[in-house]
């Protein structure tokens, strides 16, 4: 048992002491069709092993998953949320909880009503870690260098008051650091830790990057390491206690 705990320690990503995250500016105004990839070149001195954060709001505007609706309008609004979602769990007023396509449970089905063109709605990437490979691509074909990138989108959370980012896509860097096996400080072995390093990365760069600021994606100059795709992360029906 204690050769195969080495083992496991010994192939496991090392994780950094430090990180330094810096808000990406210069990108511009993202339209349907743009190359992501192409303008956070342009706009970023990156690094090899750098973690490249993007907000969701830029991956569905250059992917053109914007839809036509009136603000104003309560029942329109409704039924754009419907359409996006697989199932609702709770609704209370103009509130929808609700699962989509890729397996998350969020407000509005991840219908985004803010910071987009008057009259529009932006939906979620079909297919947010396809999304981030292409823009991780686009930057190694503009001239970048090699580098990871994730995906960000708001979430609100169960018993918690405020927001935070989480991560819905990710390419070329770790989506979960699974520590069960290993032994904890006291050398005790862990049995359930699996740290989510793409949810932490996700939260970390908003903070430099905020909801009011103009700033879209983030660095953040540490590495953790490839594996699984984030679709990997959330909990299906029979493994979460509150579905």
Do not use: Y
């Not at 709770?90 to 929808?96: A, D, P, Y």
């Amino acid at each position: 048992m204690r050769g195969s705990l080495a083992l496991l320690k010994a192939t496991m990503p090392t994780v950094p002491d430090t990180l330094a995250i810096s808000g990406i500016t210069g990108v511009g105004e993202v339209r349907p069709g743009d190359d992501l990839g192409t303008l956070i070149a342009g706009a970023a001195h990156l690094q090899d092993r750098d973690i490249v954060v993007v907000t969701q709001k830029i991956v569905s505007k250059a992917e053109g998953r914007l839809v036509e609706v009136d603000h104003g309008d309560t029942g329109a609004r409704r039924r754009v949320v419907e359409r996006e979602a697989v199932r609702v769990l709770r609704r209370r007023g103009e509130l929808i909880i609700a699962e989509t396509s890729h397996g998350f449970v969020c407000a509005n089905a991840g219908v985004d009503f803010s910071n987009v063109p008057d009259g529009h709605a932006a939906l979620l990437p079909r297919d947010p870690d396809r999304s981030a490979q292409r823009i991780r691509d686009g930057i190694a074909a503009a001239g970048g260098p090699s580098v990871g990138v994730v995906i960000s989108d708001t979430f609100g959370r169960p018993w918690r008051r405020g927001l935070t980012d989480v991560a819905i896509g990710c390419a070329g860097v770790l989506a979960v650091l699974d520590l069960r096996g290993t032994a904890d400080a006291g050398g005790r072995q862990l049995q359930v830790t699996e740290v989510a390093i793409v949810d932490e990365l996700a939260a970390a760069a908003e903070l430099v990057m905020g909801k009011d600021r103009g700033i879209p994606a983030a660095v953040v100059r540490a590495w953790f390491g490839d594996g699984r795709a984030l679709r990997d992360l959330p909990r299906n029906a029979a493994e979460d206690l509150f579905r």
